[in-house]
C-alpha cells in the first residue's frame, strides 16, 4: 500500500437519484492522516458521497477507490471487509438505550468476535478513557448529557481501531461546552490513532477549527476546495455565499415560482 496515496480517490462521479442529478463529474481526493471536512447546501448530496465511499451506494460512473479498492467493484464480503475499517459517528449519537455506555462501547466487540471478556473491558475502557468518561462506565444513556452521549457514541466508533472515521453531523444540538469537547476529541483521536477523518456538517466555525481542508460540494460539482482559510478568503460566487452567510447567491433565497403578479390574480 503506497502510503502517499490519498486513503480515498474519486474521480468522475456521476450519480443520478430520483430522476435529479446529484454528481455531475466530482472528483475528490481524501488524504491519510488528515481532516477533512465536506460541506454544502442542504440536499446537494453529503450523505450519499459518504454512502459511496463505504459501498452503500453505487454510482452511474466513476471511479471510487478507499485504501487502494476499488469500491465499485468489491464483491459482499470485500466490502464487508471493508465496512469493518470504518468508524461512524452520526448527529443522533444512536446508542443503545437499555444498554449501559460500557455495554454501548463493548456491542460492536461482541458482534464481530468472540473476545475474551478481559480483553473486551480493556478494550472497552482504554476508548473511554480516550474520550474521558472511563468513570461513566456504569452509566444508562438516559443519564447521559447531549455532549457525554456523542463521546460515548465516539468510543464505540473507534472501539475496533479503524482507518477511517465518518463523522456525519457531529455538531448537531451540542452546547458550547461539549462543542469544544467533542472538536478537541476530534483532533486529538485522529493524531493519536493515525486516524484519517471525514466530517460531514454545516457548522463553519467549528469546521474552522478542525479540518485541514475543506471541500464544498454545490449543483453536483465541487464548487472549492482547500485549507479552511483560503475558503473562507474565498472570491467565487459558491464561497462568498457559502461561507460568507448570504442569503442569495448562486442558492437562490426563493424556491422557483410562477410569476408573483399572476400568483396574485393581476392582469398581466
Ligand atoms: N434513495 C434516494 N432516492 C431518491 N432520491 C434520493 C435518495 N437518497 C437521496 N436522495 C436525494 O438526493 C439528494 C441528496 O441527498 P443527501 O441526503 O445526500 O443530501 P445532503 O447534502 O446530505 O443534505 P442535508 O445537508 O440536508 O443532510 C436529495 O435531494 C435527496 O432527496
Known amino acids: 500500500m503506497n502510503v502517499t496515496e490519498p486513503l480515498v480517490r474519486i474521480r468522475g462521479l456521476m450519480t443520478r437519484l430520483g430522476g ?15 481532516i477533512t471536512a465536506i460541506m454544502g447546501p442542504s440536499g446537494t448530496g453529503k450523505t450519499t458521497l459518504l454512502r ?8 452511474d460512473a466513476g471511479e471510487i477507490v478507499v485504501d487502494g479498492r476499488n469500491v465499485v467493484m468489491l464483491d459482499r464480503d470485500a466490502l464487508f471487509d471493508l465496512r469493518e475499517k470504518i468508524g461512524y459517528l452520526f448527529q443522533n449519537s444512536a446508542l443503545l438505550t437499555d444498554f449501559s455506555v460500557f455495554e454501548n462501547v463493548a456491542f460492536p466487540l461482541r458482534q464481530h468476535a468472540r ?20 468513570g461513566a462506565a456504569g452509566l444508562m444513556p438516559a443519564e447521559l448529557s447531549g455532549g457525554m452521549a456523542r ?7 473507534i472501539v475496533r481501531d479503524p482507518m477511517l472515521l465518518i463523522y456525519d453531523e457531529p455538531f448537531v444540538g451540542l452546547d458550547p461546552i461539549a462543542l469544544n469537547q467533542v472538536l478537541k476529541l476530534i483532533r486529538t483521536l485522529n493524531a493519536t490513532l493515525g486516524l484519517t477523518s471525514i466530517l460531514v456538517a ?47 447567491g448562486p442558492v437562490p433565497f426563493h424556491y422557483p415560482a410562477r410569476d408573483y403578479a399572476a400568483d396574485l390574480g393581476f392582469p398581466t
Open 52 to 59: 459511496h465511499i463505504t459501498g452503500q451506494l453505487k454510482p
Open 202 to 248: 454545516h457548522e463553519l466555525s467549528a469546521i474552522r477549527r478542525v479540518a485541514d481542508n475543506i471541500y464544498l460540494i454545490a449543483a453536483g460539482k465541487i464548487a472549492a476546495h482547500g485549507s479552511p482559510e483560503a475558503l473562507t478568503r474565498g472570491e467565487t460566487a459558491w464561497t462568498k455565499q457559502f461561507f460568507g452567510g448570504e442569503a442569495d
Open 151 to 157: 463521546r460515548v457514541a465516539l468510543a464505540r466508533a
Open 115 to 134: 473476545l475474551p471478556e478481559e480483553l473486551v473491558r480493556n478494550i472497552v475502557l482504554t476508548k473511554l478513557q480516550a474520550v474521558g468518561l472511563r
Open 20 to 34: 435529479k442529478t446529484i454528481f455531475d463529474g466530482v472528483d475528490l481526493d481524501i488524504p491519510r492522516g488528515g
